[in-house]
């Protein structure tokens, strides 16, 4: 650990107050940061050795989709500093747009060190709220009516999620060996089948934006139209051009696979679905929804073979490469009758994929650490002396 | 604040299971140990000082009304102090009254330290409920049943929300530099048109409760009917009386605002609707309830110059009131079409709405702990050494 | 407290990854090693010394049924103990059987110390689920996917209520001052008559389940019909030989009320009931559970005369039983027009009544001591010195 503490000494950190919302906008140190305090968080923990940095404050958090898995990553990695969650139910309040979340950001926060918000429903409103509330607390701190400035953390929005993605680059660290070993390795970011529809395209785009700035070879397969946001496939581009690593787009999810040292078989719904639906849901137009659901449904029925079955596993390097995911899969057989990976290709990669899941509450902490703390070097001193 | 402190030594303290329901029922040393402790709490906060003053226990919160601010407030007032936020949530349980009351109370209190309660919905009722509880675990204590005798806090109830109220005297101390300072100063709490029904009577009224009580010219006005509970009137008036201030009550908005320093424009139902509401809500008569709002609303109609506009700021005190408000304000124009305060003058003033708000979780930490702690100067001792 | 220490060092503590599902599957050593520390945490809580043996972690609840008072009494023990309560609410998630239980036991565990579970409604589901969520989690600590092996603690289920049973073992372990004078005691565990039906099972078998290992005279009366789960009345039977004690069954209250030490008067559902509730419920056959409803009222309406009055307390030893109830219990009068117990009955009791309850939140403390840390015996020292 104390490696580790002087390599974060040796990175240009401007954390307190710096929101982490999108990957890309953060600098190569402020990522490397985050991995090197989750991995000392980690560790601690796995001593029985404490992480109360904070004596007291509350991360609140602010839910506008479901979730167990972030909802207790958040409660886990909140209390692990020392924080209390304090959850902001919108049915039992009224959180709009425009003047309302100026207002209602500054009054949940007298006391607040971290605000952590999912919000990932509509294409469009997801991380433009985030910089609303972010603005709003910025300028709350500027004007003195709060006494600290709570650090927002993006628990997944229309564009970005990057607490998975920063957990899935933990997992490929640790599993090879290092970041510089990730240059030149394959990853497939692939669509896969699944029998529902309206998934978020912030897990492959979280994915595709993060890792081609470690010089990997990323490949983004999926069935014609069920394409990303463009802007974020551009930047990934142009991300890999600077890392020397590249992204391809295939819509073969074989050519995909082949040679492969990772695989990321997952559902999205397209993005001019997405953004039809999210056009739908604001005129709450029922029937409307319904016919999209259903022509989706009819269309991905086209694409049952993009599942990651044994024989699509013999594609990748020797047969053998790291199958990830985010959780919880569509297991065929298991939890749905056709899905986006196979029982036995699953099973074999469970705990995998639960060790991947298991560095989130520790990089939320991290995230938490470095946004809102003032001084973070000297925090992480003191735990460690 | 080392002077703080020798200030409430010099209080008459008798807090321990002496809960906080109505402000005119607390000594003025009581209340200004309140203020002052919170003044304390605030600047520690401020300095980065940890509060601290339980090792553990639960703070237990009863919202029978929804909620944010204060829920939030009485969150961040429980972690500061080292409590833990319960909430009891009615839907997952039965609360009713009687002996369940009783029993309930008990049985949520074996490790509680501060019970917080908001129940303003219908008049006579909120009260009542809390003198209940407060019984109930009076007894519990006595019995030894409960090893601590939880304090109650009023979090907004029928009649008074002293949470509001102190902190808005928190507020004015500030501004205008001492609580000896507010005598002869003219407050307008006045009546404002909003186009929504049923608001509560308890701002006003813990406004004027309170306020007289320190030398000030308070000055009700509603139009013709708005009228407060009348024997929350009559104790304002007495106790102006007695501070050396006064009670005025008018019909109209201009005679308040002028040379008023501070003015407090907010909307409120009848009296006399609010009983009415309260019978029909109890019998359930769902239509009788939607006539009533519909002829109330006609009323409130009849008012719509009831507005805080520019104009009527040039009546007040140079043209430089303080504006107040609980917030969230009607705002005409941002939050409806036409309500309580035009959107210049509540831009104006935005900041010092925000700052008034950002008393009220120390103010319930500073109840907490005067009236959860056994030895509160003991307390204070202990966190300034 | 030093005397409790020293017989807790005597004991054949096996706890760490031991959960705490069923009374009967618990050496008599651990459950005295429950008792004593119980007591010690309840007396250092009365004394104002806090009991913090965790400096961090979740405690993960689980309620599939409705709750208050084991809800607070959880919540109470967690905070004393350092945890903080993290409630897992399956409306915002999704909890199923089958692989589904696996992952998401994990995906709470990462940072959970304990997790308690209701699960109370199904009959032949509530301890599956637990054993099932406990093989997830040893697993995933087997598979060095979780740091800490989360301990279990049943909150309810369709078989045993141990937190329940433990708490009532403690009150009258005080109220006849030691366990060893508990031998030859006669309890009556008596059905008595609700206006309600459906209720579950599990607190008079966790009755019987226990006491008959303490050397006392166990009669279980109820009207014909009226049976428990057959596996868990042979199980008691086989306990009470064992102990020097007896399980004897009756169909009149009048009998088992007969020179009485204790009563322990408590409406439930016949078996056969609930296994037919459990199956229409399975097919949400609404009609067929009316049905089941109305019958069963009716056939209870037989048995009103099942009622706890003071004619009966009469037939007790002395006429002074100790009587004693889970709570809320039905009261004649006062909670409901004719129920289990005579409103002068349950007033005389009521104190005690309180007193049993207030065992609970320091019976669960103590199995999260014992199941949540590696090395109880040190946190006892560390506490007390």
């Known amino acids: 650990m104390k490696n580790a503490i002087e390599k974060i000494k040796a990175l240009d950190l401007k954390n307190y107050g710096h929101d982490f919302l999108l990957t ?8 490397e940061a985050t991995l090197l305090i989750a991995e000392i968080l980690r560790e601690r923990h796995r001593l029985g050795k404490p992480n109360l940095v904070f004596d007291s404050g509350l991360a609140v958090s602010i839910f506008r989709d479901n979730s167990t898995r972030t909802r207790f990553s958040f409660a886990s990695a909140a209390n692990a500093l020392g924080l209390a969650v304090s959850d902001m139910d919108e049915e039992k309040s009224q959180v709009s747009h425009g003047e309302t979340v100026r207002e209602t950001a500054n009054m949940i926060s007298f006391m607040t060190r971290v605000i952590g918000i999912r919000d990932d429903m509509y294409l469009g409103e997801g991380h433009s709220y985030m910089k609303e509330v972010s603005s709003a607390v910025q300028s709350g701190f500027e004007e003195g009516i709060l006494h600290n400035r709570p650090g927002l953390i993006n628990l997944q929005c229309d564009i970005d999620h990057p607490t998975q993605s920063m957990s899935d680059l933990a997992m490929l660290k640790s599993y090879f060996g290092s970041l510089d070993n990730l240059k030149g390795k394959k990853i497939a970011m692939s669509w896969a089948y ?48 600077l890392s020397g ?25 397209p993005f001019h ?10 005129r709450g ?19 049952t073979d993009w599942e990651c079955t044994e024989e699509k596993m013999q594609l990748t390097r020797d ?14 057989g298991v939890s749905c009758e056709q899905g986006e990976v196979s029982a036995s290709v699953f099973d074999r990669y469970r705990k995998d994929t639960y060790m991947e899941a298991s560095y989130k509450p520790f990089i939320i902490a991290a995230m938490m650490f470095l946004t809102g703390l003032k001084d973070p070097l000297l925090a992480l001193d003191v735990l460690e002396n």
């Open 285 to 303: 137009d029922q029937p409307g929804l319904k016919d999209l659901e259903q022509s989706c449904l009819a269309n991905n029925a086209k694409f």
């Open 194 to 241: 699944s029998p529902s529809y309206g998934k978020p395209l912030s897990v492959p785009q979280g994915i595709i934006g993060l890792l081609t700035r470690y010089g990997m070879d990323v490949t983004l397969a999926h069935p014609e139209g069920y394409n990303l946001i463009p802007e974020v496939v551009k930047l990934a581009d142009k991300q890999a051009q």
């Open 24 to 31: 890309w906008n953060k600098t190569p140190d402020e990522l």
């Open 319 to 332: 047969g053998k490469s790291l199958y990830m995911h985010c959780l919880p899969a569509d297991i065929t």
């Open 273 to 282: 679905v997405m953004e039809e639906r999210t056009s739908l849901l604001k």
């Open 245 to 269: 690593g590249s992204l391809n787009t295939t819509n073969s999810m074989d050519q995909a696979f082949t040679d492969a040292d990772i695989v990321y078989p997952k559902s999205w719904a």
